[in-house]
């Protein structure tokens, strides 16, 4: 049933699934009736799929709607939503897009969106055709468009390169980020920021930033700040795997930030467990769009594992505990039907998150390989 059209997605009045359910690994049967999990038995209900039973993962940082040069169409757009979902990726946490993509949240096939607007940048300091791009002075109007726009996020560019410096800088002056947090708080909005140096990273956690992404710029006193304030930070380290590829593009022009993105990637492994073990909350994103294919979080998950994390803290990280985060419920009963079900347990194997047996969205398998 992978990649079908909306018109094949599977309906039925009370389904079955059995199996161990996760975070806490006890057997029992879910049942789904009218689109909603409960516990109670239902007679003459089908049995739909076994397996281990995973609420429904979660990319947290992902970009519908944005591709190499900017926006894309509409089919485009609907495709990479479908793998995503394929992929078992039902809540998305969409970091930022040129396009409105509010129609995705009308879909009943299609996962389930937290949108952001538009990136915030400084003029020509990001990439063409991305961002809502503006000077200090208008930094704060654009903060309260965007918060306005949104679901409850705003993305603000925290550093790119400078090529008048040739290397990274913040893209805002730390008075200007600190009146940016405060309008978008005061509309409701939290703040997340792309960051990946250390020099933007102090004035941003002074005043208040609710999230980091990517945050390869994190030092030991920053990670303690980050910590106390319970900050969380999207690592995307697939994303971070291409610094050299960015080091080796600017080094003839740009030798200070071909070597900055150099040091920053050999400091990730230590920048990831020194977070996660001071207890900073760290979930996971694909960073989907762009250059960045759609559908591969499981591939995320198994970076962060490959850093060092426990298969169980990097899963949780793209399911229970980001949803938590996000304030989506887990496998429980009277939430929304959305998880996924797996032939084997995914903390021990992280190779069945490639082949979902079932992927259950809004009550409906949309996706897996059940008959």
Known sequence: MRGHDPGNV???????FHGPVLPDGEARDVFVVDGRITFEAQAGSELAASGWIVPGLVDAHCHLGLGDDGPISFQETEQTAIEDRDAGALLI???????????????????????????????????????????????????AREAQRGDGWVKLVGDWISREEGDLRPSFSVDDFAEAIKVAHNHGAKVTAHCFGADVLPGLIEHGIDCIEHATGLTPDLVAQVAEKGIAIVPTVMQTERFPTFAEQAGGKFPAYASTMTDLYARRRETIMSAYEAGVPMYAGSDGGGERRHGNLPGEIRAMVEMGLPAEYALGAASWKAREWLGFPGV????????????????????????????????????????
């Open 10 to 16: 599977r309906v039925m009045t009370a389904l079955r």
């Open 93 to 143: 946490r969409d970091c930022g897009s040129p396009i409105d993509t509010t129609w995705i949240q009308q879909r009943e096939d299609l996962p389930r969106l937290i949108r952001m607007g538009r990136h915030i940048a400084r003029t020509r300091r990001y990439m063409r055709n991305y961002a809502d791009e503006v000077e200090p002075a208008g930094l704060v109007e654009a903060v």
């Open 332 to 371: 429980e009963e009277g939430a929304s039907a959305d998880f996924v079900v797996y032939d084997a347990d995914p903390r021990a194997d992280l190779d069945t998150l490639a082949r979902p047996v079932a992927v259950v969205l809004r009550g409906s398998v949309v996706s897996g390989f059940v008959g």
